[in-house]
């Protein structure tokens, strides 16, 4: 798949300030995604690789559900993929799984997110993918650069509308396929997998059952700990190995000290081998730390990242100065480069678009405590991140607007109340899961959990190489959602 450079004239002005400046007090809230993130690509090349298997459609999308002003009924065209080749049909009221894209391209979900094909053939299943609104080749207003060009056009990118275009996709696609008595079973990971609980929850009509991997629902408005992420990212890599937890730790206070030096910065640039020489000591920090919290989140199995780390930096002889040891820890990682560090950057649209859906809506405050952590402290502080999204948007964040909308607080009280047919499965290495559910709510509303997953893992392509624990926690989810749908056909005859 090709991943060509794009200029930065490609992207708005608003943009260029977050991504050409370095800031002291803005908090990077960590991506959520399935899979590692993708370029600003030519759609059009990328499609043109999409197995034979999927067929590629685009629906006129309303740009605004919620109003009814004349501008709210301009349309996009959003994109769907269908693959028809499991599907038993209508008139045997056969199933539907769809996929929810999320803060990336589709083209990537189409083949590494298994969990659909890998299980349609038993449920003789349609599989329909939708892309997110601003992602991929489903922009409005014409163009990326229009769309992403000010406050005003960013401002129908949330995840009210997005799950809102999901339901009139679903229902279009089943009025298309005249098949209304299939059931359809939502499926997502990390954010697409908040968006399936949250849509099952808001369009019970639409959707019989929801599977919501990795999706840390609980992680907004103080429900969970600031420092939850990070903590567990710590404790994977002290399960791992504790030199190089200790060694890890001791490192940032190392730093410190050769940047105060008169030519520290040059020295930690060749020590590192930086791609361009750093321009702060932050720089630094800031790419270990995403090595780090990627490794963990990411730590999946056969190669579990952590453990290549740590290999690194307790593999290098025992005369290697601390910051020679986590350089080896960066070589074992990224494999042999020419530089590191700094390389030249492509923009990604996750990049983009995640920045404004954090500093709108999607408020997770994440931070760093003292004595529980790898990391050196960085408490969340949410006047500085406002005030930060502020000078970038001209728009204040809503912190408190997604349980405000969707719940959360006494989420199981509520949940059990009223909601159900959702699973939540998390993997217990994942940072995420702190801040997903861990615990049954009711019958139908379950916890999924394995200690040794990480983020999304149950969803990907299964592999011969995958471990019991895993082919078990699949094997769960496939049987909750049997019962889903054999408890629905009996209704559908009970009340014909």
Known sequence: MNSPMVSLQCIPFVFLIFLTSVSATLVNIPRLSPIRGTFLQDSETVSASISEDFQTFYYDQTLDHFNY????????????????????????????????????????DLFNIGFL?????????????????????????????????????????????????????????KKKLRAKHSPVIVIGGSYGGMLASWFRLKYPHVALGALASSAPILYFDDI??????????TKDFREVSQTCYQTIRKSWSEIDKVASKRNGLSILSKEFKTCNPLSTSSELKDYLDTMYS?????????????????????????NTSILGKIFAGVVAYRGIRSCYVNPPRNISETSVGWRWQTCSEMVMPIGIGRNDSMFPPAPFNLHEFSSECKSLYG?????????????????????HRFGSNIIFSNGLRDPYSTGGVLENISESIVAVSTVKGSHCLDILVANPSDPQWLVMQRKTEVKIIEKWIAKYHHDLLAFK
């Not at 728009?395 to 006494?410: A, E, I, L, R």
């Open 294 to 318: 990627g490794a963990a989140q990411y730590n999946h199995p056969p190669d579990y990242p952590v453990t290549i780390v740590c290999g690194g930096i307790d593999g290098a002889p025992s």
């Open 69 to 108: 002003r004349p501008e709210s009924y301009t349309t996009f065209k959003q994109r769907y993929v269908i693959n028809f080749k499991y599907w038993g049909g209508a008139t045997s009221h056969a199933p539907i799984f769809v996929y929810f894209g999320a803060e990336e391209p589709l083209d990537d």
């Open 395 to 415: 728009v204040m964040p809503q912190p408190h607007w997604v349980t405000t909308y969707y719940g959360g607080q006494d989420l199981k009280l509520t949940l």
């Open 117 to 173: 094909p890998d299980n349609a053939l038993q449920f003789k299943a349609l599989i329909v993918y939708i892309e997110h609104r601003y992602y991929g080749q489903s922009v409005p207003f014409g163009s990326r650069e229009e769309a992403l060009g000010n406050s005003s056009t960013l401002g129908y990118f949330n995840s009210a509308q997005a799950i809102a275009d999901y339901a009139e996709i679903i229902l279009h696609v």
């Open 224 to 233: 969970t700990p600031q420092n939850g992420y990070f903590s567990i990212v």
